[in-house]
């Protein structure tokens, strides 16, 4: 019964507060915007979606670096989805394919509205994303038509077989996904410092997001520290991008 009148409270204020004049409602809330980016403990946790696919775990080890990156970020909350495998086990078996990482639920394109930011991570096929996470976006039309995920923040991670595997093209190949949804790409630039000009060892960090270089056969190598360490700074850099983003504009409407 007290939730009920708790409720109906609720509703009742929501109703006056639609009648207010619009000058008033802008008033209303910018006060509340100051509040937040005064503290910001007072706003809901920012949830950031690590979204991959990795057929040998290479990328799927990369999302749990930026994990505890954008985890180390006060106020955001962070969670690792897989897509679907399109593959059929029969064929996954001749790749000598790991079996997938059941701590990590397979995401729905209808689930991606429930992000303030997201991360997609996934290797290269011949300069483009693999067709498990292109089929994440084929599946999001309705969000598309309702231009559902509009403003969100999302960047990219990779993983490659070779230093001319084409991590800039395939990077630039999926903004056309982010365009098309008007979400906004946030490359991680050089934030990192230093260690984006290091030339002692090879290495797969570029300005548009965290990789690593599996190897020709897309397996004999494991991500280094260095590649490691590029996908943790890249979960806080993103991860504070996407809190100031939802804080700062609170109550911006998009059209």
Not at 26 to 51: C, F, N
Not at 54 to 60: I, N, R
Not at 196 to 225: H, I, K
Not at 226 to 255: C, D, I, P, T
């Amino acid at each position: 019964m007290r939730a009920l009148c708790r409720c109906t409270t609720l509703q009742t204020a929501h109703t006056q507060y639609l009648k207010l004049p619009a000058t008033r409602k802008e008033g209303i809330e910018k006060k509340q915007r100051t509040k937040l980016l005064q503290d910001p403990s007072m706003a809901a946790a920012t949830k950031i979606y690590i979204v991959y696919y990795s057929t040998y775990g290479h990328v799927a080890r990369l999302a749990e670096e930026i994990k505890k990156g954008a985890d180390s970020v006060d106020g955001v909350e962070a969670t690792i989805w897989q897509v679907a495998e399109t593959l059929p086990s029969e064929a996954l078996a001749k790749m000598h394919a790991p079996a997938r990482n059941a701590a990590h639920p397979v995401i729905t394109g209808k689930q991606l509205v429930d992000a303030d930011g997201i991360l997609f991570g996934f290797p290269a096929r011949f300069g483009m994303m693999a067709a498990q996470m292109k089929a994440l976006f084929d599946s999001t039309g309705g969000l598309w038509q309702r231009q559902a995920l509009a403003g969100t923040p999302a960047g990219f991670f990779f993983s490659l077989g070779t230093q001319g595997g084409g991590q800039e093209e395939t990077a630039l190949t999926a903004v056309s996904q982010l365009t098309h949804h008007g979400m906004v790409f946030v490359p991680v630039g050089y934030t990192f410092g230093a260690g984006m000009f290091d030339m002692d060892e090879v290495r797969c960090c570029s300005p548009y997001g965290a990789g690593t270089f599996a190897g020709a056969d897309g397996r004999s190598r494991l991500p280094s520290e260095a590649e490691l360490q590029m996908a943790a700074h890249q979960g806080r850099y993103f991860a504070a991008f996407a809190k100031k983003l939802k804080v700062g504009g609170a109550s911006a409407a998009v059209v």
